[in-house]
């Protein structure tokens, strides 16, 4: 184990910690480090096992409160994966997702450019904007950040994060690195719709859903955007890699003179690119394995028009390729799990648990 993995005296905040991405962060921090936590989440029904762990402290809050916000910024490094980022919500509540998404995560920044912590802000993939189907390999630090229109309100979680990653990197003070997801996708993913959530989930949890309910899959316009999908358990390693980097010797530049500080990272999968068509047949397919029976007696997926299904003001992305050349070159980080694999655990872990279907919880706000 590295040395600051050791280290019993470093506390990190995470923000979010209740959530589907900081729900394993938590898992993995507890398990890899002699850390303790302070977690911060409004739902904390996927990390009921670590309530009563004596290496954590968890507070029922959002960053709307500015004393939590004082709080949280006085530990040395803070992870923010806090947000509102499921699209179907992106044109209802155009409002509060955008409050959810500027307004509170740039009141942390303040706090933590005060503080002097070390601020990891979850931010998306979705700041590349509105991609077009030629569009290539997605660059940090080149591609032109291209919204659609202000009458598409799906730009408007896009924007808000865009708007926060700007204001980050404009903080004099402020020690701060940025993170894109790509699709991360695996166990605790989301919500099933009318179980513990209301609304249209992220793709997997939506096709799971239809899968366990013996309903069609959904292709949204035909099914022919493409996205990369990462395995959630690969960016956790992310993290890893980009808290090994920040900690060593706790300076600016890390020993090998390659900084992760002042810079935002694409974490994704670029192999693991396909349509959502493709994925649709993907997941029928593994379905079919995992319940042992015809693949055809599962309905097959059916079109629907965006507007329809997500309402007024839906738009897209269509192909979402990252380019993961700058965390390889200053983290030494490569996602590793091919698709059908993290389809397939995904998958399992959701037949599994929504077999019952009596779950608590709520759809959470938390990446
Ligand atoms: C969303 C968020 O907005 C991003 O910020 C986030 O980074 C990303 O998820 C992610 O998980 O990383 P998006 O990729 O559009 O962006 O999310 P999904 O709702 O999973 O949709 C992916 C694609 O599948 C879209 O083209 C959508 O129209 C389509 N889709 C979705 C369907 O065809 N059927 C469905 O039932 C759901």
């Not at 029976?293 to 507007?307: A, L």
Request: aromatic share 10%.
């Amino acid at each position: 184990m590295k040395s600051q993995f050791n280290d019993s005296s470093i506390t990190v905040a995470v923000v979010g910690c209740g959530g589907f991405v900081g729900s394993h962060l938590l898992d993995a921090i507890l398990a890899r480090t002699q850390w303790r936590v302070f977690g911060v989440d409004l739902d904390f029904y996927r990390i009921q096992h670590r309530l009563r762990d004596e290496r954590c402290e968890f507070m029922v809050a959002d960053l709307a409160d500015k004393s939590v916000v004082e709080r949280i910024a006085k530990y040395p490094v803070v992870v923010n994966l806090a947000a509102i980022c499921t699209p179907s919500r992106y044109m209802a509540e155009a409002p509060e997702v955008i409050r959810s998404n500027y307004d509170h995560p740039a009141s942390l920044a303040d706090a933590c450019a005060k503080s002097g912590s070390w601020l990891i802000h979850f931010s998306t993939s979705e700041v590349y904007g509105r991609t077009s189907a030629d569009a290539g390999l997605l660059v940090e630090d080149e591609t032109p950040l291209t919204f659609g229109p202000v009458t598409a309100s799906r730009w408007s979680y896009a924007t808000a994060k865009l708007l926060t990653e700007r204001y980050i990197a404009g903080l004099k003070n402020l020690k701060w690195t940025v993170v894109r997801p790509f699709n991360f996708v695996g166990p605790y993913m989301d919500f099933m719709p009318g179980v513990d959530g209301s609304g249209i989930p992220r793709v997997l949890a939506n096709f799971s859903s239809a899968l366990v309910r013996g309903e069609p899959l959904k292709l949204v316009n035909g099914g022919v955007a493409k996205r990369s999908f990462t395995s959630v358990f690969d960016a956790v390693d992310f993290m890893f890699a980009l808290f090994e980097a920040g900690l060593a010797g706790n300076s600016v530049e890390n020993d090998a003179g390659k900084s992760p500080f002042s810079q935002a990272f694409n974490v994704g999968n670029p192999d693991n690119e396909v349509t959502i068509a493709e994925l649709a047949y993907k997941m029928r397919r593994i379905f079919a394995e995992i319940k042992c029976v015809d693949v055809e007696s599962i309905p097959g997926p059916e079109t629907v028009s965006g507007e329809e299904y997500y309402g007024e003001g839906y738009d897209d992305s269509m192909r979402r390729l990252p380019s993961v050349e700058k965390a390889e070159r200053l983290l030494g980080f490569k996602a590793q799990t091919p698709i059908d694999v993290v389809l397939r655990e995904s998958l399992t872990w959701f037949v599994g648990h929504y077999s019952n279907t009596s779950h608590p919880g709520t759809d959470s706000a938390s990446s």
